[in-house]
């Protein structure tokens, strides 16, 4: 059972990388930008499928000898050391792949698209774009609130219930391998970690409304369309993984009190695990980057060749954003699904290593 697990999250893990390429924005091409009617390039669209097959032979590969390592492999720790250090492998060969990929779409711009010495920048701006709905309201995460509040309710009266020695964690044969002394520290560990949940998945909501918009030269109106679209279906998405993980954490803090079965909870974890790792799938390809793929009426009169925005020094390897002149603090990623930090801006640093800040001290305080 483990190793079918394991093969399963490892497949996903390929896929994701591997049709990464088909689910960006429609003008870019690995992090370079070719705008949408370069990016038909018979060259262009051949780099997809070899970086697609180059991916998935890599990754079928590393997962196969992932695989007969952990089948002789009975230490549970090993199998979880195999597990990271095969993740981490895939992620840092795709990435190689990629960067030679990236490499040639800068010299196919070069070569076909900036045929003149004049360096030309193109800055489009709807200033129509923060009037309109672009994310969900903050009022529905009262509903993972009141979760919370009831989990901690929970604990509080039925607190002479829960065991002395409390289940910390448990092997894929559903046996607990470590229990901690029952404390209010200890019992609290669960809502403290559904609060920063919140406040984490709250801050991705906030992140999606504030970040940068990214207009298509091309197709301008449709672009604006497609963005505000994508933004409303992941912030939606986002609140849904925020309610099942909450909802999974409530469930694994009422087992101290109640008789529920560490079957069932085996069961709910892989079962929201699915879900989220499904819904995420069905994004990429149903949604896209900056809603690329989202089908929408074409207007035929605003489709027509426009300068390629060359902006692509500001982005290091097609990945990192760096850019001194830009105010905004996230934008969508060029090669990817989701957002990036403008990494020349310090609030944007700030950001980042508080977050990672606050998940060690909860680590430490709990541990």
Same mark, same amino acid.
């Given at each position: ?18 049709? $990464? ?9 690995? *992090? ?20 697609? +097959? ?9 997962? =196969? ?14 199998? =979880? ?46 200033? /129509? ?5 672009? $994310? ?14 009831? /989990?901690?309710?929970?604990?509080? #009266? ?54 940068? +918009?990214? #207009?298509?030269?091309?197709?301008? /109106? ?40 560490? $079957? ?14 499904? *819904? ?20 035929? +009169? ?33 090669? *990817? ?31």
């Amino acid at each position: 059972m483990e190793t079918l697990i394991f093969i399963a999250m490892m497949l996903v893990i390929v896929v994701l990388q591997a049709v $990464t390429p088909y689910v960006i924005r429609r003008g870019e091409s690995f *992090g370079v930008m070719v705008g949408e009617k370069a990016a038909n390039s018979p060259d262009l669209r051949r780099m997809k499928r070899q970086f697609l +097959q180059w991916n998935v032979v890599v990754g079928i590969t590393i997962t =196969a000898v992932a695989t007969l390592c952990l089948a002789v492999t009975p230490n549970e720790s090993w199998q =979880a050391t195999i597990f990271i250090i095969s993740i981490f492998v895939i992620l840092i060969v795709s990435f190689l792949i990629y960067i030679r990929f990236y490499k040639a779409s800068l010299a196919w711009k070069r070569e076909n698209l900036q045929m003149s010495g004049e360096r030309m920048e193109i800055v489009m701006v709807e200033t /129509t774009f923060h009037r309109q709905k672009r $994310t969900i309201s903050y009022v529905w995460y009262l509903i993972p609130l009141v979760l919370i509040f009831i /989990t901690i309710g929970l604990t509080i #009266i039925y607190y002479n219930q829960i065991p002395s020695q409390i289940p910390m964690h448990y092997n894929f044969a559903n046996e607990v391998t470590r229990v901690a002394t029952k404390s209010y520290r200890t019992v609290m560990m669960i809502p403290v970690m559904q609060m920063l949940m919140l406040g984490l998945f709250m801050f991705i909501n906030y992140m999606m409304s504030r970040s940068k +918009q990214v #207009i298509d030269n091309d197709n301008p /109106t449709d672009s604006m369309k497609r963005s505000v679209l994508f933004r409303l279906i992941y912030s939606k998405f986002n609140l849904c993984m925020c309610i099942l993980l909450i909802t999974l954490f409530m469930v694994i803090q009422l087992s101290f009190i109640f008789p529920i079965s560490p $079957t069932i909870i085996a069961t709910m974890t892989i079962a929201v695990i699915i879900i989220i790792f499904a *819904g995420l799938i069905f994004l990429m390809l149903c949604v896209g980057q900056g809603g690329s793929r989202i089908k929408l009426d074409e207007n035929p +009169q605003e489709n027509q060749s426009r300068p390629v925005r060359s902006d692509d020094e500001n982005w290091k390897f097609g990945v990192f954003y760096f850019n001194r002149r830009d105010p905004a603090i996230f934008i969508e990623k060029r090669f *990817g699904v989701g957002w990036t930090i403008n990494m020349a801006r310090p609030i944007a640093w700030i950001s980042v290593v508080a977050i990672i800040a606050i998940i060690i001290v909860i680590s430490i305080l709990f541990s």
